[in-house]
């Protein structure tokens, strides 16, 4: 499996920007999706955005659609998350994922990182 180390999050005013950045080990980045995912307090992980191993398909949820973009650097082993137009409920802690290719699952997951948007 990938290890999958996130950073970037923090503190922002609605309006707002941030840009999430995942590293992973390994050397078949390139053979892995990825995707982002949020848990805010109190509630269920929702998928936020994914992105297929050559970078060609992006994926989003509604809420994000237009305000967030998904992208990866098979050569640094990164995948980045741009969050435009921060909404306070955007405020979460945000995964990225990996999800080996031929399976349905993303089984390799980072720590998190926390996004606080204030109003």
């Known amino acids: 499996q990938v290890q999958l180390v996130e950073s970037g999050g923090g503190l922002v005013q609605a309006g707002g920007s941030l840009r999430l950045s995942c590293a992973a080990s390994?050397?078949?980045?390139?053979?892995?999706?990825m995707g982002w995912f949020r848990q805010a307090p109190g509630k269920e992980r929702e998928f936020v955005a994914a992105?297929?191993?050559?970078?060609?398909?992006?994926y989003y949820a509604d809420s994000v659609k237009g305000r967030f973009t998904i992208s990866r650097d098979n050569a640094k082993n990164t995948v980045s998350l741009q969050m435009n137009s921060l909404k306070p409920e955007d405020t979460a802690v945000y995964y990225c994922?990996?999800?080996?290719?031929?399976?349905?699952?993303?089984?390799?997951w980072g720590q998190g990182t926390q996004v606080t948007v204030s109003s």
């Open positions: 992105i297929t191993r050559s970078g060609g398909i992006l």
């Open positions: 994922a990996a999800r080996a290719i031929g399976t349905i699952e993303y089984k390799s």
């Open positions: 390994g050397r078949t980045f390139s053979s892995y999706s």
